[in-house]
């Protein structure tokens, strides 16, 4: 059974730091794109940042650029969400997600790409 577990949410005050990370389970997820997206409430859930199978490619949502960075280490089946400066419309449930392809391509923005999701963790950012 796969599993990605979350973790690292929490209350931060704006100009802050987080970093998010994701452990996968029950699958080697070496050749997949890996995905962060957050859903804040009333609004749709929105794509953040993804990662191709190297970590060479990555992507971003204008709005994160320069602030968040994210980063895999294989051997840990981890993922993480370095998030700098944060501000309050950042707040928001993060949720990790892999596309389960295995297919080395070019690392995904559309949630409907993504096989596999975690639960969400919380970040909120207080102004």
């Known amino acids: 059974q796969v599993q990605l577990v979350e973790s690292g949410g929490g209350l931060v005050q704006a100009g802050g730091s987080l970093r998010l990370s994701c452990v996968v389970s029950g699958r080697t997820f070496s050749w997949d794109a890996m995905g962060w997206f957050r859903q804040a409430p009333g609004k749709e859930r929105e794509f953040v940042a993804a990662?191709?199978?190297?970590?060479?490619?990555?992507d971003y949502l204008d709005s994160v650029k320069g602030r968040f960075t994210i980063s895999r280490d294989v051997a840990k089946n981890t993922v993480y969400l370095q998030m700098n400066s944060l501000k309050p419309e950042d707040t928001a449930v993060y949720y990790c997600?892999?596309?389960?392809?295995?297919?080395?391509?070019?690392?995904?923005?559309?949630?409907?790409?993504?096989?596999?999701w975690g639960q969400g963790t919380q970040v909120t950012v207080s102004s």
């Open positions: 997600a892999a596309d389960g392809r295995s297919s080395k391509r070019y690392p995904p923005r559309t949630s409907n790409e993504y096989i596999y």
């Open positions: 990662i191709d199978w190297s970590g060479v490619t990555t």
